[in-house]
């Protein structure tokens, strides 16, 4: 038995019914998945990490504990459904439904819900509880899990022994593909080294906290609102990654510029649909950061969140991306991010009566959830099955009813909307929204 970290348990703590703190992820395959030979590759490719075997034990005070689920089968959590209709829109439903339904937690916090027969192939809805890990690490267990050949499961790399022998060969496996076969990370917001560099600087750190504690509530959208326990699910079709980068290259910005920017439109057009925007407008998103750089051997949470504005008013799309590179940058090197987790590392310790309104107070401060994560660069496979496609949703925290999650893969990117439908009725439309404004970036010569 052993305390879960305090950012762990903050996570852990942060859950509430209507707004539950699941790592939602979709797996798209070709073909057929065996179910005995993928139970196997779980087995020995993901319960080598001893998290995935352990269950959370409350505690009368303080920080709660994992302990080996005395219990664990890997079938409980392996889980093959039959739908009645089976089509990716039905598939989406489920993903809804999923999304309001809390995991036993009398079990390891952790499932793979397994649907075949949709459009030829089989479609998994991974659930991971964000006690957990975040999502830098979960994809690269996603990574340790897959391989690189159809018959790569059969190969001799799970290392022999124990569980600290198999889970030491999956580490190393990883290490030597993690560069190879990961895409980079899209520019994201700064560099771990950077950052603690940042925070090092007492003048930078003081800043970054007065900034924090200075923001106002973000302004009332029909994004925000009392949240209900029906949630809903989207994804778009692929982009190009390479139309992507070029057209950043192109723009003098950055990919996750470019891609916030679409975003930024996309919102301004959702708002205008909805007669929701007011002159000059500007809404925030919350971006969390990776802070993890290069360690891999454990799972658990390692990232610090930042407030990005969004000038949703701004009637310009060269203006609006010229705004949010600026905005980026001033983010880039600030202790923002590493402020916010050495922040939730102390809600962590903390009853989590006593966390549940200071959750609030931050989630006030924006209207959404916003990540990007980058994917493999290459196809892989999954006891033998090629993974075709990739998405995951984001939960929200606090009373946040929309995430939006952005996702490489193969050398395309999805774009993934999740949110609550008291709020976010029709996801697609935003996704729809976003794509818009893609192409009329794409348009654009220079800023």
């Not at 891609?259 to 000059?280: C, D, I, N």
């Not at 060269?318 to 600030?334: F, T, V, Y």
């Not at 033998?384 to 946040?400: F, H, I, T």
Request: proline share 5%.
């Amino acid at each position: 038995m052993s305390y879960l970290k305090p950012a762990d348990a903050a996570w852990l703590n942060m859950e509430r019914p209507d707004n539950l703190m699941n790592i939602n992820g979709l797996l798209f395959f070709k073909g057929s998945l065996e179910r005995e030979r993928l139970a196997g590759v779980l087995e020995r490719r993901l319960c080598c990490f001893e998290r995935f075997r352990m269950r959370v034990v409350p505690q009368a005070l303080g920080v709660p504990c994992w302990e080996l689920d005395p219990e664990f089968d890997i079938h409980r959590h392996l889980i093959y459904e039959e739908l009645s209709h089976p089509t990716r829109a039905e598939v989406l439903e489920r993903a809804g439904q999923f999304m309001g339904q809390p995991m036993d937690r009398d079990r390891p916090l952790w499932e793979f819900r397994v649907f075949p027969g949709v459009e030829e192939g089989v479609v998994i809805i991974v659930r991971l509880h964000h006690a957990i890990a975040d999502g830098i690490a979960l994809m690269r267990v996603l990574l340790a899990m897959c391989d690189l050949e159809p018959d790569g499961d059969c190969e001799i790399r799970d290392g022999v022994g124990g569980e600290e022998h198999r889970k030491a060969s999956v580490v190393t496996w990883i290490k030597s593909h993690l560069s190879r076969f990961l895409h980079k990370s899209h520019d994201l917001l700064f560099h771990p080294d950077e950052a603690a560099e940042a925070a090092s600087l007492g003048l930078k750190a003081g800043l970054s906290l007065k900034r924090l504690v200075a923001l106002p509530p973000d302004r009332d959208t029909p994004f925000r609102g009392k949240l209900g326990l029906k949630k809903v699910a989207a994804i778009s079709e692929p982009l190009e990654l390479d139309e992507v980068k070029h057209a950043a290259k192109r723009l003098g910005c950055t990919i996750n510029d470019f891609l916030m920017a679409a975003l930024s439109g996309g919102f301004r057009r959702s708002l205008l649909r909805r007669e929701a925007l007011e002159p000059e407008a500007e809404i925030r998103v919350v971006c969390p950061v990776d802070l993890r750089g290069g360690d891999i051997s454990e799972l658990g949470n390692h990232f610090g969140l930042v407030f990005l504005t969004l000038p949703v008013g701004e009637t310009s799309a060269a203006e609006r991306l010229r705004r949010i590179r600026s905005s980026m940058n001033e983010l880039k090197g600030s202790a923002e991010a590493i402020i916010v987790f050495e922040v939730l590392s102390t809600l962590g310790m903390i009853p989590a009566e006593f966390e549940k309104p200071i959750v609030e107070w931050f989630g006030s401060k924006a209207s959404a959830v916003v990540t990007n994560l980058p994917g493999p660069k290459h196809k892989l496979y999954l006891a033998g099955a090629e993974l075709d496609s990739v998405m995951y949703w984001v939960p929200q925290s606090g009373a946040l009813g929309l995430g939006v999650s952005i996702m490489s893969y193969a050398g395309r990117v999805r774009i993934g909307v999740a949110g609550d439908s008291g709020l976010i009725r029709e996801p697609n439309l935003i996704i729809e929204d976003f794509l818009c404004e893609y192409q009329e970036l794409l348009s654009l010569e220079a800023l």
